[in-house]
């Protein structure tokens, strides 16, 4: 899908964890965003993550925002549960109204002020993807720019996370919250890139052919995929090396986030990513203006 995208801020957090996943209260106390009273960990995340974005003090009423995650509400969805079915109790009110997937992206509005077209959107490790080609459609219908976030949380039992995704008990996890302030609009501010496509191809030599044809000066092969349908010796392009944010569905936004702080102007970067259970390979070309 041709996006022609531009992005004009972008900034985020995330953890490695190894044992138990960090209290995020401290952190979330030392931004000048205050979440809503008894708010779960995927909204303190998403607000952490939008309080390392640039630009969103300026925030129109009618921004328009879009939450991607992989997971959603995890922990507030595993305890209700629990609570049902191990404890044979009925969830609170807040513990139900948490676990509605949708509820986040109300939250964040609410913290930031703003009241434009929400979406929150789940596609498994594609999901930025997907909320990306949603913005490169409303930036034709909403004169200001859009926040695009990706997001995902840990819960606190990883044993039983890493059984979830089926994940090996070694592997190191991780959590973040990117967001990426793109769209048109902006007549006070220039891009920092723009996203020219984005969209899936059925194998490895189609996407191996697409990259040959664009002019691929990087690219980022994410964990999703590693070496078991793409090695970087086939591809056009030097293999940008970010450090690992540890595996969560929504690392993309990580990795894309970080490789807009590395390139240069004139730099065409391929992140290539895809979904676990899936031979479709997802390409994101990305432009650093």
């Not at 930036?139 to 890493?162: S, T």
């Not at 007549?187 to 890139?193: L, S, W």
């Amino acid at each position: 899908m041709i996006l022609n995208l531009p992005i004009y801020a972008c900034g985020g957090v995330s953890h490695q964890v190894t044992d138990q996943p960090p209290r995020l209260k401290p952190l979330i106390d030392a931004t000048s965003l205050r979440p809503p009273r008894r708010s779960d960990r995927l909204t303190q995340l998403g607000l952490l993550g939008l309080a390392a974005c640039a630009g969103i003090e300026r925030l129109a009423k009618d921004t328009p925002l879009i939450l991607a995650s992989g997971e959603a509400n995890l922990s507030s969805t595993i305890q209700v549960n629990e609570q049902i079915y191990l404890d044979k109790t009925i969830p609170s009110p807040i513990g139900f109204i948490n676990s509605v997937n949708n509820s986040t992206a109300f939250y964040l509005n609410q913290v930031l002020g703003i009241s434009g077209r929400t979406l929150t959107v789940s596609r498994d490790q594609c999901s930025l993807e997907a909320a990306l080609q949603i913005a490169s459609v409303w930036q034709h219908e909403y004169p200001a720019p859009i926040l695009v976030g990706a997001v995902d949380e840990l819960p606190a039992d990883l044993r039983q996370h890493r059984l979830r995704m089926q994940y090996s008990q070694e592997a190191i996890l991780g959590e973040g919250s990117y967001w990426f302030y793109c769209g048109s609009g902006r007549a006070d501010a220039k891009p920092i890139a723009s996203i020219g496509y984005c969209g899936s191809l059925g194998n490895r030599q189609a996407a191996i052919e697409y990259m040959q044809a664009h002019n691929i000066s990087h690219f980022i092969i994410t964990e999703t995929l590693g070496n078991s349908r793409l090695s970087q010796d086939e591809l056009p392009g030097e293999p940008l090396d970010l450090a690992s944010p540890g595996l969560f569905s929504t690392q993309n936004g990580y990795y894309l986030a970080k490789a807009l702080e590395r390139l240069s102007k004139g730099d065409r970067l391929c992140l290539i990513n895809g979904k676990r259970r899936s031979s479709r390979i997802s390409l994101m070309i990305i432009d650093r203006c």
